[in-house]
């Protein structure tokens, strides 16, 4: 499940690092919820909760369906 999910962050990761920030693999908990942790300019951004829910837990969910959601850990 790791893979799957690092695989997928690899491929969301390019647009949030065109923003100056980043996104890191925390963990994943035994029922399937990610955790995650934005770096870089996502630190502070108030549109972070909204990459982080709208884009990052959608497109997570999208391709690996036992995600149960993703929660980030600043």
Do not use: F, H, W, Y
């Not at 890191?24 to 942790?37: A, F, Q, R």
């Not at 870089?40 to 995600?67: D, F, Y």
């Amino acid at each position: 499940m790791r893979d799957r999910v690092e695989a997928v962050l690899d491929r969301i990761r390019p647009a949030i690092q065109a923003d100056g920030g980043n996104v890191e693999l925390v963990g994943i908990s035994p029922d399937n919820v990610v955790t995650v942790k934005l770096t870089g300019a996502c630190v502070g951004c108030p549109m972070s909760q909204l990459t982080l829910k709208a884009g990052i837990e959608r497109i997570l969910k999208q391709e690996i369906p036992e995600v149960v959601s993703v929660e980030s850990a600043n």
